[in-house]
């Protein structure tokens, strides 16, 4: 195990390793880290690290590279990255390809939740994201790009409960993420969703709500489209970790809705 005097020193390397785009190297840092001291001395490390340095080394790895920090990233770490993804974001980005920006960060979510198969940690890892208002921002971003299933997954959750199955009208990667983050965090759930559909103020509302086959028939109730919610989170970036909203910023609307 690692001492608290190894900490800054490895600490200090990984953010000069990470700010000079050499991310290889410091996996390999942490990987020797955990040889010699244990996986306690990365963990200790990528939670001491500022959240912007471990964004832009997070941002490197997505569900199919492997990565040390990805397995073993502090929940609430990652949570207090999360905002800063958004900062390398361009205008053109987000005005030509908006849907491909989301799946990039679809991508590093899904990754990160669904590295392992320890259910605590995912609950963890999905209830420290979506507690800010940010979180339920990205959160309702990746939702966008699956409107329609995901009206269906709250419905069912309304109906259902615990004993929903999670069956949507299209074979979508998202609904998953969506039970998940459900049962991780009710509040956290219901504001994903409003941050979505702003005319609902409460999930039950959700149950009646249903999208028409007919394209060209106006919309019973306002969605967010993907390219808003990306500027949304890019205004939602902090200047700096002082300012990184604390859990609880925004008020919770939990209902209690698998118990």
Do not use: H
């Given at each position: 195990m690692t001492t608290t005097a190894n900490l800054p020193a490895l600490s200090k390397q990984v953010s000069e390793l990470v700010l000079a785009g050499s991310l290889g190297h410091a996996e390999q840092a942490f990987s020797e880290a955990a040889e010699q001291h244990g996986d306690l001395a990365v963990v200790e490390v990528l939670g001491s690290l500022p959240p912007q340095v471990t964004a832009l080394h997070l941002s490197g790895f997505d569900g199919g590279k492997t990565s040390l920090a990805t397995l073993l990233v502090p929940p609430q770490a990652w949570a207090d990255s999360l905002a800063f993804f958004a900062a390398?974001?361009?205008?053109?980005?987000?005005?030509?390809?908006?849907?491909?920006?989301?799946?990039s960060l679809f991508s590093h979510v899904h990754g990160v939740v669904f590295s392992s198969d320890d259910e605590e940690r995912r609950a963890a890892l999905l209830e420290a994201a979506s507690a800010s208002d940010y979180g339920s921002t990205i959160f309702a971003i990746l939702f966008s790009m699956a409107p329609r299933e995901i009206?269906?997954?709250?419905?069912?959750?309304?109906?259902?409960?615990?004993?929903?199955?999670?069956q949507t009208s299209s074979d979508s990667d998202l609904v998953p993420l969506a039970i998940e983050l459900a049962k991780a965090s009710e509040d956290g759930w219901d504001r994903a969703l409003f941050e979505l559909f702003p005319d609902f103020r409460h999930s039950a509302d959700l149950a009646d709500a249903e999208f028409s086959d007919d394209p060209d028939d106006e919309p019973?109730?306002?969605?967010?489209?993907?390219?808003?919610?990306?500027?949304?989170?890019?205004?939602?970036?902090?200047?700096?970790?002082?300012?990184?909203?604390?859990?609880?910023?925004?008020?919770?609307l939990g209902t209690d809705i698998f118990s």
């Open positions: 390398t974001w361009s205008d053109d980005n987000i005005e030509d390809d908006p849907e491909r920006v989301a799946e009206l269906e997954v709250a419905e069912e959750i309304i109906s259902k409960g615990p004993y929903m199955t999670g019973k109730f306002l969605q967010r489209s993907t390219k808003e919610l990306l500027y949304r989170l890019r205004k939602q970036v902090p200047s700096s970790r002082s300012s990184v909203p604390k859990r609880g910023a925004r008020k919770s």
